[in-house]
């Protein structure tokens, strides 16, 4: 009897001591993702002060199925002037102004149109803790969608659109080190971001709201970035 408990007390050793790695691989994944996350949601030209039409679904689904997340809708007038710089402005001031109190708060920005423009204009400016803490950015029908990056793609997850630019890529483009954090999709045709087979705000570029493939693409980029 006492042989057999030994060595039952054995076998039980050798196998806490196998399970002891995956258990600690587990909590090594969830200490990684964002408990408490803000989406800042930069609207297009024409669109009312709220929540773009563009990520509504996207942002309604991403914080019913990922906890902690709110939406944070940038402050500016979004007017045919094509003048983005007070949009750009709140997004540096409403991720800097939410690490002071909170600095372990992580942010997805989004970015439709124009505010797709305002968004990449703040990327310059969002370094040190501010570039650390913002985890992706997801943005369609941008102006400045410029040729060839690793981030570009079309609303099916495909490469139609990766080599052509949009109407105000001459202004500037996403910076090499946000590259691997950004999605920059833009529909086949979209005369905004693919100026190669569309001209201008055309019926293409107004898809995106009701688009499946892109609602589907914003939520998985922005779980995955949250280390979901």
Not at 67 to 74: C, I, S
Not at 139 to 149: D, E, R, S, T
Not at 187 to 194: H, I, L, R, S
């Given at each position: 009897?006492?042989a057999?408990?030994?060595l ?8 806490s001591a196998?399970?002891?790695?995956a258990a600690?691989a587990?909590?090594?994944k969830?200490?990684g993702?964002?408990s408490s996350?803000?989406?800042?949601n ?9 929540e ?10 991403l914080?019913?199925?990922v ?8 402050v500016?007038?979004a007017?045919a ?7 750009t402005?709140d997004i540096v001031n409403?991720v800097?102004?939410t690490?002071r ?6 942010f997805?920005l ?10 990449v204009?703040a990327m310059?400016?969002?370094?040190g803790a501010?570039?650390d803490?913002?985890k992706g ?13 690793a981030c570009n793609?079309d ?9 052509v630019?949009?109407?105000?890529v001459?202004l500037?483009?996403?910076?090499q ?5 950004t999605m920059?999709?833009c ?8 100026t190669?087979h569309?001209?201008g705000i055309n019926?293409?570029h107004l ?7 892109s609602?589907?693409?914003?939520v998985?980029f922005a779980k995955?970035?949250l280390g979901v």
């Open positions: 009897m006492h057999n408990a030994l039952s007390l054995v076998s039980v050793l050798a196998l196998h399970a002891a790695p600690e587990t909590v090594d969830r200490a993702a964002c996350y803000t989406i800042i930069t609207r297009g030209t024409g669109e009312m002060q709220g773009s039409s563009g990520f509504v679904a996207i942002n309604r689904r914080t019913a199925e906890p902690g997340g709110k939406v944070y809708n940038t500016y007038l007017d002037s094509q003048n983005s710089a007070l949009g402005a409403k800097a102004s690490l109190t909170n600095p372990d708060e992580c997805i989004q970015g439709y149109s124009q505010g797709a423009a305002a968004t204009n310059g400016r969002l370094t501010s570039f803490a913002v950015a997801f943005l369609i029908g941008n102006p400045m969608h410029k040729a060839g990056l793609i609303v099916n997850g495909g490469a139609t659109t990766k080599n630019n949009g109407l105000s001459f500037g483009s996403i910076p080190n946000w590259i691997s954090k920059d999709v529909a086949f045709g979209d005369g905004v971001c693919d190669a569309g001209v019926a293409v898809t995106y709201p009701t688009n499946a493939g609602q589907k693409l914003g998985e995955k970035q």
